[in-house]
């Protein structure tokens, strides 16, 4: 039984996981983010951990695709996660250097929350349904991108790295010259069209699959706040 809603399903999902979304905001990582105050090493381990994870995210885009019956909607996939294999605009490629990262020799291994939460979506995508998996994995750019279009406001972070992180994942961010980066531009209208996509898909899934969906999102919107929470607090494993 397909069933009829009168907003995006993909806005249901987000209305659902507004509550955790928040609390991201709201945690001491993201405020000293913010305020320039947050210890570089921290960040560091951050964007560590971030590197691992981005790589499993690619990973979890390619199996969703492998399962995905729809041709086109195989085509749209891989070639979504394609600016994922080398990220060579990325933020972290861009600070490599400052932070003392080599992401082509990598000597660090994920944490707790960073290994759970990519075998949370991993499992999704092997297991569960296009629609399924595709709530497991939406958080991530979407979390991204409400965090950088709430600390866009307002006076910039007095850290330029941190200033520069924020500008990078603020949706619509513009620059100097008064124009959106055509890699971030690209960006935005990647997130809206892989929401485009979960719509989709879940237009014609039954109750029980439209609860697995809301289940698997809110699992990583949890997830998301555990990440920022275990770099805060520079967590390994306890044994």
């Not at 994920?110 to 297991?127: D, S, V």
């Not at 124009?179 to 029980?208: N, S």
Request: net charge negative; charged share 20%.
């Amino acid at each position: 039984m397909s069933v009829a809603t009168s907003i995006r399903p993909s806005e249901r999902l987000r209305a659902a996981a507004l509550p955790v979304w928040q609390r991201i905001v709201e945690h001491p990582y993201i405020r000293e983010l913010k305020g320039g105050t947050l210890p570089l090493d921290t960040f560091r381990g951050y964007v560590q951990q971030d590197w691992l994870y981005l790589q499993e995210f690619m990973r979890t885009v390619a199996v969703i695709a492998s399962r995905c019956p729809d041709a086109q909607q195989v085509k749209f996939l891989l070639t979504w996660a394609e600016p994922l294999v080398n990220m060579e605009y990325h933020f972290h490629r861009k600070h490599a250097a400052q932070l003392g990262l080599d992401f082509d020799h990598i000597t660090w291994e994920m944490n707790e929350a960073n290994w759970a939460y990519t075998r949370h979506m991993l499992a999704a995508a092997h297991t569960g349904s296009t629609a399924e998996a595709l709530a497991a994995l939406l958080p991530c750019p979407c979390v991204y991108s409400y965090v950088g279009q709430k600390l866009i406001e307002g006076a910039p972070s007095p850290e330029p790295m941190y200033a520069d992180w924020i500008e990078f994942y603020a949706p619509g961010h513009v620059d100097d010259a008064g124009t959106v980066p055509p890699a971030l531009r690209a960006r935005d209208r990647r997130i809206e069209a892989m929401q485009e996509l979960y719509d989709e898909v879940a237009a014609t899934a039954d109750v029980a699959t439209l609860a697995r969906c809301e289940r698997n999102y809110l699992i990583s919107s949890r997830y998301e706040w555990w990440f920022w929470d275990t770099a805060y607090r520079r967590a390994t494993w306890p044994v």
